[in-house]
T-cell receptor
Framework: GNSVTQMEGPVTLSEEAFLTINCTYT??????LFWYVQYPGEGLQLLLK?????DKGSNKGFEATYRKETTSFHLEKGSVQVSDSAVYFC????????????????FGQGTILTVHP | NAGVTQTPKFQVLKTGQSMTLQCAQD?????MYWYRQDPGMGLRLIYY???????DKGEVPNGYNVSRLNKREFSLRLESAAPSQTSVYFC?????????????????FGDGTRLSIL
């Protein structure tokens, strides 16, 4: 089956520190990969995505590269801000034969990030 | 610019009571989904609907039923609530882009319903 494993949290950083959140996956097919972010009291928002090997998704200073050889999609940011404090979810979607997965997502367990001033 | 709207935002039930969680989207999306979010477990798919008139089970469908009322609305019903169903429930929707498979498309989420069952 499909699964996503994220690094254990919570992660606590000082403002302007470098962030890495590890994500690895197993998939029965060729997945699309996503990072979602959830701010307190809100639903999930798409942060970035990559749909094929070696693609780099980027948004708001965050980046992640689709590494098929290591089945990984690690999230990075060079300098975090207090406003980046949130829960981050790695997720994948795999098409069935004939492309009928209908976009079902498999999520990792989430990583809580807290950034202090 | 509402996106995906869920009602209610909070609810407390007693064991054995029933209730329906409502979800509506105004983005003309074809697919809609119900997830539950539990600590340390990420989000797990309960049911989904690929189009109006169709529904299918996800990873954790037991104890739930759904109705795709029309293209906009997708409701989740708990017939006899149990404490194990205490969770945060999220509705989401998505649509494939032209020429793109479903799996490439992001989902748009509502703000969630926080449900406690005593």
């Amino acid at each position: 089956g499909n699964s996503v494993t994220q690094m254990e949290g919570p992660v606590t950083l000082s403002e302007e520190a470098f962030l890495t959140i590890n994500c690895t996956y197993t998939a029965t097919g060729y997945p699309s990969l996503f990072w979602y972010v959830q701010y307190p009291g809100e639903g999930l928002q798409l942060l970035l995505k990559a749909t094929k090997a070696d693609d780099k998704g980027s948004n708001k200073g965050f980046e992640a590269t689709y590494r098929k050889e290591t089945t990984s999609f690690h999230l990075e940011k060079g300098s975090v801000q207090v406003s980046d404090s949130a829960v981050y979810f790695c997720a994948l979607s795999v098409p069935n034969a004939g492309g009928t997965s209908y976009g079902k997502l498999t999520f990792g367990q989430g990583t809580i990030l807290t950034v202090h001033p | 610019n509402a996106g995906v709207t869920q009602t209610p935002k909070f609810q407390v039930l007693k064991t054995g009571q029933s209730m329906t969680l409502q979800c509506a989207q105004d983005m003309n999306h074809n697919s809609m989904y119900w997830y539950r979010q539990d600590p340390g477990m990420g989000l797990r798919l309960i049911y989904y609907s690929a189009s109006e008139g169709t529904t299918d089970k996800g990873e954790v469908p037991n104890g739930y039923n759904v109705s795709r009322l029309n293209k906009r609305e997708f409701s989740l019903r708990l017939e006899s609530a149990a404490p194990s169903q205490t969770s945060v429930y999220f509705c989401a929707s998505s649509v494939p882009g032209q020429g793109q498979p479903y799996s490439n498309q992001p989902q748009h989420f509502g703000d969630g319903t926080r449900l406690s069952i005593l």
